[in-house]
């Protein structure tokens, strides 16, 4: 089992940043791949960016690409998401995901933790 906690959520200024963060507990935090998905409201969840176990390959939608990063710290069990210019349509809860595998996926049903979301909202 493992646990996985969000934090770093809020309301922000277009263009602003914030860096969500996702603790986890439990079994070895190192096996996992792990993503962060975003819904937003009436939408389904959907990948906006994903880590291998070691944090050597990394994946980020096109839609944030050059203004999101991923990263992990495995010494700390903890995965990153910094934001940067944020824009209207980055307002959505923002979930942190477990996978069993060293291999990051795209599709959330291939994850088998998750934890509780953080709502970002970025106002214009």
């Known amino acids: 089992q493992v646990q996985l906690v969000e934090s770093g959520g809020g309301l922000v200024q277009a263009g602003g940043s914030l860096r969500l963060a996702c603790a986890a507990s439990?079994?070895?935090?190192?096996?996992?791949?792990m993503g962060w998905f975003g819904q937003a409201a009436g939408k389904e969840r959907e990948v906006v960016a994903a880590?291998?176990?070691?944090?050597?390959?990394?994946y980020v939608t096109d839609s944030v690409k050059g203004r999101f990063t991923i990263s992990r710290d495995n010494a700390k069990n903890t995965v990153y998401l910094q934001m940067n210019n944020l824009k209207p349509e980055d307002t959505a809860v923002y979930y942190c995901?477990?996978?069993?595998?060293?291999?990051?996926?795209?599709?959330?049903?291939?994850?088998?933790?998750w934890g509780q979301g953080t709502q970002v909202t970025v106002s214009s």
């Open positions: 995901a477990a996978r069993g595998s060293g291999s990051y996926s795209l599709w959330s049903a291939q994850y088998d933790y």
């Open positions: 439990g079994r070895t935090f190192s096996a996992y791949a």
């Open positions: 880590i291998s176990s070691s944090g050597g390959r990394t």
